[in-house]
């Protein structure tokens, strides 16, 4: 009898625990929802206390201060309650159907291609835009969305692998998005920060467009709770239970992709949102889609509308704007590095050795003449650089510019322009491509990328740190800001990834996570530093304009000192990409060797991105180009590596200028516009 009322106090004690958790959740997130609600709206110029605010909202009078709470600044919280809700929902459908703890919105590159439809219908049709950007939104979303899909390997790929695909299919969009931003400016005025998330509402028009879709969709994933339950079991089992897998994936992915649509259009691109949300309820224990579906909207509001109220405090001594994207990135970052972490503890997987495409030689000229020509083909791109741009000098006036004998024009653009900025971009071209090939080396993963890992963003953010919030410190102590940054990013990557074996998946989106908290970093630098769009634009993409002798100088020291190191290192890199045990026996120190070579590209990547800015992807494709070329050999491909690297980025620097004379198309741009479908490729093709 005594066990029996044991049991049953225990029993009891369970249900009251379950019962108490979310009517928890739901109580104290309707509350800190309302505090934060009466905190973004007393934000702004107009000095408005507590008690008016909810007068305002519960009995609202024919005055100043109540029109400015009711239709100034009402309309953004809402549209913040809206969004962060809707993409929480989202969110919790495609973490579900894809049984992937990753995926959301933004991991899953819906938020991206939504953006770019957005802004390509901007562009080429605007009355369409004009009539249904919900709709344009979705058709960019379903296609990524069914891009990334494809690229993972469809339903049967790992969740690290899943989303894996869908942060480069972001990147890769990203790309042509900035792309057509630069390439159409005026068209595209007024995107840039929508284009970041920004929760900025000039009236009720979009909130009116917006709730209601919200709202039917909202309820529609509520409708399919007790599905959804049943689909977590597993596929077999919920056939067996009579339900029709297919048609509930569909439904569930129709509404995922109409909410992201919806939000994009209303309020651009927010990240994070979507994956933080749903696993901050699962963490108290709510599992039942009936509670969790609006549990997960409930705090998907608190977090965005708190990330706004953080992002004005933080902006308050100015009345610029910081982007809500780029807060909410700030903190979905580590939330994505330690879920990744996570499922790669819970499908732990042996790495293999190195292997790529660079052990199918097709190589039909000698190493010398690989060399030979390479250094040709730059020689050949930098006279042609120096013939084009905003003014077009003939080849005569080229050669005789260099003995002495052109024009006085010519020999001004040439010399002071036109030449330092080229060898500039082929030093820093080289410098980023033998980054490359150490980091791959290193970690023994050939998708590694200074820009991919975060090396590159957090450079940005050391440098630009120095030059905008401590201007006063000499310029010289440019590189060594850079080297800071790029080590703390460099440090977070290789121990979370360490202590999962460096799986190569883990290391990339841990690597992404730190690169979206790096370009947060350098979006709010930049936001408060009141820099124009162009400005940003170049900045964040990188460019060599304007790029003079004293970069040069800047610049080259590095690599003369740095390049001859990673040759000394290049042998036992060779030897460690037969695996650590096989290393340890032919008498390498595997871990010295692996951070002496990460410190060399570390160090390559900060110097090039101090110059220069945040250029990506040519560690990623001159590294991959030369082994195709001689297969796997440090040593040989280090130079290879570098004058492919820089004849990339030579190239890169004379098509920006000459497309659209007298504009110009930041180098880093072009590269990623190249690089992007590379990487796409490179993933597809690991995966065969």
Same mark, same amino acid.
């Given at each position: 009898?005594?066990?029996?009322?044991?049991?049953?106090?225990?029993?009891?004690? @369970?249900?009251?625990?379950?019962?108490?958790?979310?009517?928890?959740?739901?109580?104290?997130?309707?509350? %800190?929802?309302?505090?934060?609600?009466?905190?973004?709206?007393?934000?702004?110029?107009?000095?408005?206390?507590?008690?008016?605010?909810?007068?305002?909202?519960?009995? $609202? #009078?024919?005055?100043?201060?109540?029109?400015?709470?009711?239709?100034?600044?009402?309309?953004?919280?809402?549209?913040?309650?809206?969004?962060?809700?809707?993409?929480?929902?989202?969110?919790?459908?495609?973490?579900?159907?894809?049984?992937?703890?990753?995926?959301?919105?933004?991991?899953?590159?819906?938020?991206?291609?939504?953006?770019?439809?957005?802004?390509?219908?901007?562009?080429?049709?605007?009355?369409?835009?004009?009539?249904?950007? +919900?709709?344009?939104?979705?058709?960019?979303?379903?296609?990524?969305?069914?891009?990334?899909?494809?690229?993972?390997?469809?339903?049967?790929?790992?969740?690290?692998?899943?989303?894996?695909?869908?942060?480069?299919?972001?990147? *890769?969009?990203?790309?042509?998005?900035?792309?057509?931003?630069?390439?159409?400016?005026?068209?595209?005025?007024?995107?840039?920060?929508?284009?970041?998330?920004?929760?900025? #509402?000039?009236?009720?028009?979009?909130?009116?467009?917006?709730?209601?879709?919200?709202?039917?969709?909202?309820?529609?994933?509520?409708?399919?709770?007790?599905?959804?339950?049943?689909?977590?079991?597993?596929?077999?089992?919920?056939?067996?239970?009579?339900?029709?897998?297919?048609?509930?994936?569909?439904?569930?992915?129709?509404?995922?992709?109409?909410?992201?649509?919806?939000?994009?259009?209303?309020?651009?691109?927010?990240?994070?949102?979507?994956?933080?949300? $749903?696993?901050?309820?699962?963490?108290?224990?709510?599992?039942?889609?009936?509670?969790?579906?609006?549990?997960?909207? %409930?705090? /998907?509001?608190?977090?965005?509308?708190? *990330?706004?109220?953080?992002?004005?405090?933080?902006?308050?001594?100015?009345?610029?704007?910081?982007?809500?994207?780029?807060?909410?990135?700030?903190?979905?970052?580590?939330?994505?590095?330690?879920?990744?972490?996570?499922?790669?503890?819970?499908?732990?997987?042996?790495?293999?050795? @190195?292997?790529?495409?660079?052990?199918?030689?097709?190589?039909?000229? !000698?190493?010398?003449?690989?060399?030979?020509?390479?250094?040709?083909?730059?020689?050949?791109?930098?006279?042609?650089?120096?013939? =084009?741009?905003?003014?077009?000098?003939?080849?005569?006036?080229? &050669?005789?510019?260099?003995?002495?004998?052109? $024009?006085?024009?010519?020999?001004?653009?040439?010399?002071?322009?036109?030449?330092?900025?080229?060898?500039?971009?082929?030093?820093?071209?080289?410098?980023?491509?033998?980054?490359?090939?150490?980091? #791959?080396?290193?970690?023994?993963?050939?998708?590694?990328?200074?820009?991919?890992?975060?090396?590159? !963003?957090?450079?940005?953010?050391?440098?630009?740190?120095? &030059? %905008?919030?401590?201007?006063?410190?000499?310029?010289?102590?440019?590189?060594?800001?850079? =080297?800071?940054?790029?080590?703390?990013?460099?440090?977070?990557?290789?121990?979370?990834?360490?202590?999962?074996?460096?799986?190569?998946?883990?290391?990339?989106?841990?690597?992404?996570?730190?690169?979206?908290?790096? !370009?947060?970093?350098?979006?709010?630098?930049?936001?408060?530093?009141?820099?124009?769009? /162009?400005?940003?634009? *170049?900045?964040?993409?990188?460019?060599?304009?304007?790029?003079?002798?004293?970069?040069?100088?800047?610049?080259?020291?590095?690599?003369?000192?740095?390049?001859?190191?990673?040759?000394?290192? /290049?042998?036992?890199?060779?030897?460690?990409?037969?695996?650590?045990?096989?290393?340890?026996?032919?008498?390498?120190?595997?871990?010295?060797?692996?951070?002496?070579?990460?410190?060399?590209?570390?160090?390559?990547? *900060?110097?090039?991105?101090?110059?220069?800015?945040?250029?990506?992807?040519?560690?990623?494709?001159?590294?991959?180009?030369?082994?195709? &070329?001689?297969?796997?050999?440090?040593?040989?491909?280090? $130079?290879?590596?570098?004058?492919?690297?820089? %004849?990339?980025?030579?190239?890169?620097?004379?098509?920006?200028?000459?497309? +659209?004379?007298?504009?110009?198309?930041?180098?880093?741009?072009?590269?990623?516009?190249?690089?992007?479908?590379?990487? &796409?490729?490179?993933?597809?093709?690991?995966?065969?």
């Amino acid at each position: 009898m005594k066990m029996k009322l044991n049991e049953s106090g225990a029993n009891t004690a @369970f249900f009251l625990y379950k019962g108490v958790i979310p009517l928890a959740m739901f109580v104290g997130g309707g509350l %800190l929802l309302g505090v934060l609600t009466i905190m973004h709206i007393m934000q702004g110029a107009a000095d408005l206390t507590p008690r008016l605010v909810i007068e305002a909202l519960l009995s $609202p #009078q024919d005055t100043a201060e109540h029109h400015v709470v009711r239709t100034v600044r009402l309309p953004r919280v809402v549209a913040g309650i809206l969004a962060g809700g809707a993409l929480a929902v989202a969110g919790v459908l495609l973490q579900t159907i894809t049984r992937n703890p990753l995926a959301s919105a933004g991991t899953l590159g819906i938020n991206a291609g939504a953006q770019l439809a957005v802004v390509m219908a901007g562009v080429f049709v605007p009355s369409l835009l004009a009539v249904s950007p +919900m709709l344009v939104a979705f058709v960019g979303g379903t296609v990524a969305a069914l891009l990334a899909y494809a690229l993972a390997g469809g339903i049967q790929a790992s969740p690290l692998r899943m989303a894996l695909a869908g942060m480069i299919v972001s990147m *890769a969009v990203a790309a042509f998005t900035a792309g057509l931003q630069l390439f159409f400016e005026e068209e595209t005025t007024g995107l840039f920060l929508w284009g970041s998330g920004s929760l900025i #509402q000039n009236d009720w028009s979009g909130i009116s467009y917006a709730w209601p879709w919200v709202v039917i969709c909202a309820v529609a994933a509520i409708a399919l709770s007790r599905s959804l339950d049943v689909l977590l079991l597993n596929e077999e089992t919920a056939q067996s239970l009579g339900q029709n897998v297919s048609k509930v994936r569909f439904v569930s992915l129709v509404i995922a992709l109409v909410l992201a649509a919806v939000i994009v259009s209303l309020v651009g691109p927010i990240g994070f949102v979507g994956l933080v949300a $749903p696993h901050l309820v699962r963490l108290v224990g709510i599992r039942s889609h009936k509670l969790l579906i609006p549990a997960a909207f %409930l705090w /998907g509001s608190v977090l965005l509308v708190g *990330a706004d109220v953080v992002g004005r405090l933080a902006n308050n001594s100015s009345y610029s704007e910081l982007p809500v994207g780029a807060v909410t990135a700030l903190i979905g970052g580590p939330c994505l590095a330690w879920l990744a972490y996570r499922a790669a503890r819970k499908h732990r997987a042996v790495p293999e050795p @190195f292997q790529s495409s660079s052990h199918k030689k097709a190589r039909r000229l !000698s190493y010398g003449g690989l060399l030979i020509m390479a250094t040709i083909g730059l020689l050949a791109s930098t006279i042609v650089g120096m013939m =084009f741009g905003g003014l077009k000098i003939p080849l005569h006036e080229v &050669l005789a510019v260099f003995i002495g004998q052109g $024009p006085e024009q010519a020999s001004s653009i040439i010399l002071n322009s036109r030449l330092p900025r080229m060898l500039v971009a082929a030093c820093a071209g080289a410098a980023l491509a033998v980054s490359g090939l150490l980091m #791959q080396g290193v970690v023994r993963n050939p998708l590694a990328d200074p820009s991919i890992i975060g090396v590159t !963003s957090g450079a940005g953010v050391g440098a630009l740190a120095l &030059l %905008l919030v401590w201007p006063d410190l000499p310029i010289a102590l440019l590189p060594v800001a850079a =080297f800071a940054g790029a080590i703390v990013a460099a440090l977070i990557v290789y121990v979370i990834a360490r202590r999962t074996g460096f799986q190569p998946a883990v290391i990339v989106l841990v690597g992404i996570a730190v690169s979206a908290c790096g !370009s947060a970093l350098i979006q709010i630098m930049v936001v408060e530093a009141k820099m124009n769009v /162009g400005a940003a634009l *170049a900045w964040l993409s990188g460019s060599t304009y304007a790029r003079g002798w004293d970069d040069l100088v800047q610049l080259l020291f590095w690599p003369a000192v740095l390049l001859p190191a990673a040759w000394i290192v /290049g042998r036992k890199l060779d030897i460690l990409a037969v695996g650590n045990e096989c290393a340890t026996g032919l008498g390498v120190h595997v871990v010295n060797t692996r951070l002496r070579g990460a410190a060399i590209g570390v160090a390559l990547a *900060a110097a090039a991105v101090a110059t220069v800015g945040t250029i990506g992807f040519v560690g990623l494709i001159a590294p991959h180009a030369a082994r195709m &070329l001689i297969g796997h050999h440090h040593r040989k491909l280090i $130079p290879l590596s570098a004058l492919i690297g820089a %004849l990339l980025l030579v190239l890169a620097d004379a098509i920006g200028r000459t497309l +659209m004379p007298p504009s110009e198309i930041p180098s880093g741009l072009v590269v990623a516009i190249i690089g992007a479908p590379y990487f &796409l490729w490179l993933m597809r093709s690991t995966q065969k």
